[in-house]
């Protein structure tokens, strides 16, 4: 943004990457929210494809929030890098805003102008609550923030922003995310041992795709004949600890969504015998709970989790979080009793095979 003159100036990014990046989710444009969020105006549903994990993680950051308010904070100031089409960040926004903080400050950023445009115009509602301060701007990760030092309360890079990133520039990203984070830092990666993604749409969708390792390169060719190569790394928990651990307090690392995706039926292969058992995603969520550190399980998470926090913050709070406690269906108020659900939907319309990004 030219910011003298007010006026949105698109600039490509700077890396070749980060290029390649950048066109396949603009290409994806607003299929992209649909296929990673479900319907974007139910934002605290979570009744999409990736419903487990987004809960979990929801829980999390709401924690972080209301810790935040209970110790007498009247304004907060949040940060999403690799916004894409910004559901998380208006999620955010708009639970802060209910628990009453008065000033919310918030910067989403994304290398895709099409996921940028998409997350303005979702979130015009937003931006007009009083006391919100709701921006979405295009920019690349790869270069420095224009954010103060340690003046963002909670950080979020969610759903592989930082495994489309190249490896040899981590370590300068990860010290540039702490800088300019006075409280906590959020992020999840794709583990070494996840089940596949094509990031854009389910993988139903690909005709052909093949991870090379050594290069970090990904290509997929789509059914409709489209072709993308983006690069993409899978993360040991180690490495992911290590990138981190130099610049935060490492409150929590965890394998998310081990169990839930192989256990959802798909309509086009299961009978309907075998439907949604609430119970049975209750056992699961149990059995999340118990391996989620477990070397030899979450490496084959859906996602890793980690929550870091700044040095300040280090010995001051308790993050141990029951994965059993997380609500098994819908329960924030938004989700009006009338749409509400007594159980998540029965089978999804596409099989949730991969999870989310
Ligand atoms: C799987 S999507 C996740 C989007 C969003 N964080 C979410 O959870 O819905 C990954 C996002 O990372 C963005 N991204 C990848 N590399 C980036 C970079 N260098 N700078 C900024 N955004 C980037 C992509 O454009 C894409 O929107």
Not at 193 to 200: A, D
Request: charged content about 25%; proline content about 7%; aromatic content about 8%.
């Amino acid at each position: 943004m030219d910011r003298q003159r007010g006026v949105h100036l698109y600039r490509p990014p700077h890396s070749i990457s980060s290029r390649y990046v950048a066109a396949v989710y603009n290409q994806a444009g607003e299929d992209y929210v649909a296929y990673a969020d479900g319907n974007p105006e139910r934002l605290f549903c979570f009744d999409g494809l990736h419903g487990y994990a987004d809960r979990h993680l929801w829980s999390l950051i709401e924690r972080k929030l209301v810790d935040l308010r209970a110790a007498g904070g009247n304004s907060v100031t949040l940060l999403d890098a690799g916004c894409g089409p910004g559901t998380w960040l208006r999620r955010v926004v708009t639970h802060a805003h209910r628990l009453g903080f008065s000033k919310i400050k918030a910067r989403g950023f994304d290398v895709a102008v099409a996921q940028v445009q998409a997350a303005r115009r979702l979130g015009r509602a937003v931006c007009g609550l009083p006391g919100v301060n709701l921006t979405f701007e295009v920019g690349d990760l790869l270069d420095p923030l224009p954010e103060p030092n340690a003046s963002v309360d909670i950080t979020l890079c969610l759903y592989s922003v930082l495994s489309h990133l190249p490896v040899s520039d981590l370590p300068r990203v990860a010290s540039e995310l702490a800088r300019v984070t006075s409280g906590h830092f959020i992020t999840t990666v794709r583990p070494i041992g996840s089940t596949p993604t094509v990031f854009v749409d389910s993988i139903e969708r690909a005709r052909h795709f093949k991870l090379d390792h050594r290069s970090d390169r990904c290509e997929v060719e789509f059914c409709n004949g489209c072709r993308v190569a983006v690069s993409f790394h899978l993360f040991t928990a180690r490495e992911l600890k290590d990138l981190f651990h130099p610049h935060f307090g490492i409150e929590y690392l965890h394998g998310l969504d081990i169990f839930h995706n192989r256990f959802m039926p798909d309509r086009r292969w299961n009978p309907p015998a075998v439907l949604h058992d609430e119970r049975l995603m209750i056992r699961l969520a149990q059995l999340e709970e118990t391996y989620a550190t477990d070397p030899n399980f979450m490496e084959r998470a859906t996602h890793l989790l980690l929550v870091g926090c700044h040095e300040s913050l280090r010995h001051g709070t308790n993050m141990r979080r029951s994965f059993a406690s997380i609500p098994p269906h819908p329960s924030h108020p938004s989700c009006s009793p009338r749409r509400r659900r007594s159980r998540p939907p029965a089978i999804r319309s596409r099989a949730p095979i991969g999870g989310g990004g």
